[in-house]
């Protein structure tokens, strides 16, 4: 089992991610509405967390690499669990592991990393030391169905929101890991080809078609503030191949 993963994200008209290439919101719109409106809409998802890849959550945090040798020798690798405290996760899909958090927090919700078992064992006790929980996605770090079982069985998660970037969304899809889209459509355009779009799956093949097989069913419509566009899909699995 894993958790439901419901992909929630915000962008352009045209699907790009980097707000402030955005054409702006009408004269006199508060420019806190956009980030309000999301979080709202966030909370109404009911998730327990939600998950960013590496590049996202390096925006986020701002701790400092540790010397070496922090603490003795781990022989196995398997998923650690820090004073979570009943608090929603912050989640980091970061195989090679690069961040350092320096923290077991990001505001209220406690930090998880999801790794690859080549991590170091001196970064392993780095995270322990800052309280970070961390679990496991295979030897490669990329075998993210493992990580979500982890999620639930150890950590104990039921729902949990996507959050991009593009490249983390496009691994989930490929990996026909996502049960829910819920878009928010802010009313502006970016226009530049190559600009990081919602979901960005890089294959090895020129054809592959990461979202076959499967169908989006609409849940629902609503207007929100500011002309924002609230779409929720759900996704139809039963013409992927077993």
């Given at each position: 089992m894993r958790p439901k993963i419901i992909c929630h994200m915000i962008g352009s008209i045209d699907g790009r991610l980097l707000?402030?290439?955005w054409t702006p919101l009408p004269e006199g719109t508060d420019t806190g509405t956009v980030l309000k409106v999301?979080?709202?809409?966030?909370?109404?998802?009911?998730?327990?967390?939600?998950?960013?890849?590496?590049?996202?959550?390096?925006?986020m945090v701002r701790g400092e690499k540790q010397p070496?040798?922090?603490?003795?020798?781990?022989?196995?690798?398997v998923p650690y669990i820090g004073k979570r405290q009943g608090r929603a996760l912050a989640v980091a899909?970061?195989?090679?592991g690069k961040l350092h958090y320096g923290t077991d927090h990001l505001g209220s919700e406690h930090v998880v990393a999801i790794l690859s078992e080549h991590v170091s064992d001196d970064y392993l006790a780095q995270l322990r030391k800052d309280g970070v929980s961390y679990l496991f996605a295979g030897a490669d770090g990329r075998n993210l169905n493992l990580a979500m079982q982890t999620m639930a069985s150890t950590f104990g998660?039921?729902?949990?929101?996507?959050?991009g970037g593009g490249a983390t969304n496009g691994a989930f899809l490929k990996a026909d890991l996502i049960d829910e889209i819920s878009l928010l459509v802010y009313?502006?355009?970016?226009?530049?080809?190559?600009?990081?779009?919602?979901?960005?799956?890089?294959?090895?093949q020129g054809d592959e078609r990461p979202a076959a097989g499967r169908s989006l069913r609409l849940l629902s419509v609503e207007t929100l503030s500011a002309g924002?566009?609230?779409?929720r899909y759900t996704i139809d699995h039963s013409g992927r191949s077993q």
């Amino acid at each position: 089992m894993r958790p439901k993963i419901i992909c929630h994200m915000i962008g352009s008209i045209d699907g790009r991610l980097l707000s402030n290439r955005w054409t702006p919101l009408p004269e006199g719109t508060d420019t806190g509405t956009v980030l309000k409106v999301y979080e709202e809409a966030a909370k109404r998802l009911g998730g327990q967390g939600w998950i960013v890849g590496r590049k996202t959550m390096a925006d986020m945090v701002r701790g400092e690499k540790q010397p070496q040798n922090v603490t003795g020798t781990l022989t196995q690798r398997v998923p650690y669990i820090g004073k979570r405290q009943g608090r929603a996760l912050a989640v980091a899909v970061d195989p090679s592991g690069k961040l350092h958090y320096g923290t077991d927090h990001l505001g209220s919700e406690h930090v998880v990393a999801i790794l690859s078992e080549h991590v170091s064992d001196d970064y392993l006790a780095q995270l322990r030391k800052d309280g970070v929980s961390y679990l496991f996605a295979g030897a490669d770090g990329r075998n993210l169905n493992l990580a979500m079982q982890t999620m639930a069985s150890t950590f104990g998660v039921e729902t949990i929101l996507l959050e991009g970037g593009g490249a983390t969304n496009g691994a989930f899809l490929k990996a026909d890991l996502i049960d829910e889209i819920s878009l928010l459509v802010y009313p502006g355009i970016d226009g530049l080809a190559g600009v990081p779009s919602i979901f960005q799956y890089y294959g090895n093949q020129g054809d592959e078609r990461p979202a076959a097989g499967r169908s989006l069913r609409l849940l629902s419509v609503e207007t929100l503030s500011a002309g924002i566009v609230w779409l929720r899909y759900t996704i139809d699995h039963s013409g992927r191949s077993q």
